[in-house]
């Protein structure tokens, strides 16, 4: 009986102490094992240029499809938006936009200018094809009163009034060739002085091919296109990733790669690259981090 009781006491304090000792090393776990990415990076969207012509509510769901982007690729909420938030991001319409806008109005000049002159080229072949029909008619007409010897004055005069108005509309036809003719030759100088134009806008837009800034001093995100919904989502997701820690990519598939482009899924470096930045690693990681930045750049001043 004593040995039971005994039994029973030494079970209890040993379920007791192993749930302790278990529950400290959580504990232990908890305070020496830290992540950055355990707090997840809140955003607001700020002023949204209305050249934009982004409404509020897209811009709100475009930044969520964005950090949706990350927060799945590690089933953890590495972005949250939230109105009181301090990390801002901007639509801001600057001279890389204007100058995208203007491609874009005029490679729609382009093409509304060819079809334009495309219908009336096809209004005057059928005129000419009109024309060119009675004025077969009226040979044959022509043709038969003299083989029959000649007509009469009435057919006479009739026939003479039939050939004076096929001569104006010959007149109007080939007045409206000419003027056809020039307009294709002006359509094509056009179309070659607004190709240059188109040319000399992409060359400017190459020197700056990142259509977002992430600025971690003013904790503020800055976005400069909206060309389409995929790139923005694309432009917000890079912004995002330098927000959390990671830098560009080579690969031109990557969201981290710095030209623009409508991919939206992370690369397996870029996986890898997150996974790093988010591992839980001894809180006395970061210090050692800070201070050997430190003494690098106390070794710079040297
Ligand atoms: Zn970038």
Sequence with gaps: MKHTKFLIFALVVGIISFLIINSRFLVIENVFYQSPCDTPITYKIGSIDERFGLPRSEAVSATKQASDIWNTTLGKQLFIYDSGATLTI?????????LNTQINLLEKDIKSGKTTLKDEI???????????????????????WNAKGGGPQEEYDKLIQEQQSLNEEETLLRGIAQRLNLSTSQYNTQVDELNRTIR???????????????NPQEERIDIFFNNNRNELIRTIAHEFGHARGLSH???????????TTQFLTPTADEIAALRKICRKRPFYEPLFETFSLYLYRFGKTL
Excluded: W
């Design 249 to 259: 990519s080579t690969n031109q598939q990557a969201i981290m790669y710095p030209s």
């Design 200 to 214: 000399s806008f992409r060359n400017a837009l190459q020197v700056s091919p990142e259509e977002g800034v992430y």
């Design 90 to 98: 901007n639509m801001v319409y600057d001279r890389r936009q204007l």
């Design 122 to 144: 096809a209004n005057f072949e059928r005129h000419s094809a009109e024309f060119n029909n009675k004025l077969t008619a009226f040979k044959q007409k022509v043709i038969s």
